[in-house]
DNA sequence: AACATTTTCAACCGCAGGAGT
DNA sequence: GACTCCTGCGGTTGAAAATGT
């Protein structure tokens, strides 16, 4: 019998036994168990030796997108969405080079998020979401949306540091490079680019406040605290926004959000309503 | 309240590359 | 060099949840 034919039936055998689909509460305690006990790695021997059903790759994928620890839940902050906006512009669907600069964000979860919100406004625009007019549209508008988004958000928190403390990373004129944001003036309190949008855009939307559970990832205590304070708290640990401009890309502070304590996210509302795209298509058609 | 449609995201799949034999 | 096994990546799928009618 050939190795093709001898793998083919070894694979009958096992997808006769192989549990597929949603993972129970039991086989996560299960797989979470054996990790702690033997660590993880050797996918193909702890599917076997933990006692699990499941495929050494599905038991992999469960547990770093899922069950490790340090995953964090909850949408993505602005700052995040930025970096996603900023990294996939350098590299492309990436996703797992792009999670590193992530932490607690899987590939999986940023390449979702890619697809059904990126592209989602690519194409009710009608838009290639590679094209160089999306990358525009993403520069022109999204990004000072966000921007504007992470200002409005720090002035509204009495705990955050001053909105001036922004400065160093937003008028970073390497930050955003490849987005060509160098141009946007994000260090006043209104710069004549947002003045501009925010004319055919209404940002009255973005009013949110949220807290989450702040788990100091340096040994300091759970804190409530702002998203953005949550933000400014990891700039001031010393991890500042990435510099695009060349290759040496820190990443965002690891910041755990306590599930059970996640009360609202900032970024629930949509990046863009359908009012925004009808003023974006007045201007700018592309049809 | 009931049904239809859309959105989200966990999980799967195939493929590629590296390590070991 | 050829082969197998393992791991990791990116694309895709489909069930569940959310939203609309």
């Avoid at 055998?13 to 993972?23: F, L, M």
């Avoid at 902050?77 to 996939?88: D, N």
């Avoid at 500042?240 to 609202?264: K, R, W």
Wanted: proline share 4%; with cysteine; aromatic share 8%.
């Amino acid at each position: 019998m050939s190795n093709i034919m001898k793998k083919r039936c070894n694979e009958n055998e096992e997808s006769t036994e192989q549990r597929k689909g949603p993972w129970t509460l039991e086989e996560d305690t299960l797989l979470t168990n054996y990790i702690a006990h033997n660590g993880e790695g050797r996918w193909n021997l702890l599917a076997k030796s933990s006692g699990l059903k499941r495929k050494g790759k599905s038991c992999r994928l469960r547990w770093l997108n899922y069950l490790k620890p340090d995953i964090k839940r909850g949408n993505l902050t602005p700052q995040e969405q930025l970096l996603i906006l900023e990294l996939h512009c350098k590299w492309g669907n990436r996703w797992s080079k792009i999670a590193q600069y992530l932490p607690g964000r899987t590939d999986n979860e940023i390449k979702n998020y890619w697809r059904t919100r990126v592209q989602k406004q690519a194409r009710q625009l009608n838009i290639d979401s590679s094209s160089h007019q999306f990358l525009e549209v993403v520069r022109s508008f999204w990004v000072p949306r966000l921007i504007h988004k992470i200002k409005d958000n720090t002035n509204t928190n009495t705990r955050a540091p001053p909105t001036d403390s922004l400065g160093p990373v937003l008028q970073d004129n390497n930050f955003s490079h490849n987005l060509g944001l160098n141009n946007i003036d994000c260090s006043t309190s209104m710069s004549q680019d947002l003045a501009k949008i925010s004319q055919l855009m209404d940002l009255s939307d973005l009013e949110t406040t949220s807290s989450v559970c702040l788990e100091g990832s340096r040994g300091s205590s759970n804190q409530y605290v702002n998203e953005d304070s949550r933000y400014f708290h990891c700039l001031e640990e010393e991890y500042i926004f990435p510099t695009m401009g060349n290759s040496d890309i820190l990443p965002l502070q690891d910041c755990h959000v306590a599930d059970s304590t996640y009360e609202e996210d900032v970024t629930q509302d949509p990046m863009w309503n359908m009012d925004d795209i009808w003023h974006f298509e007045e201007y700018a058609p592309f049809n």
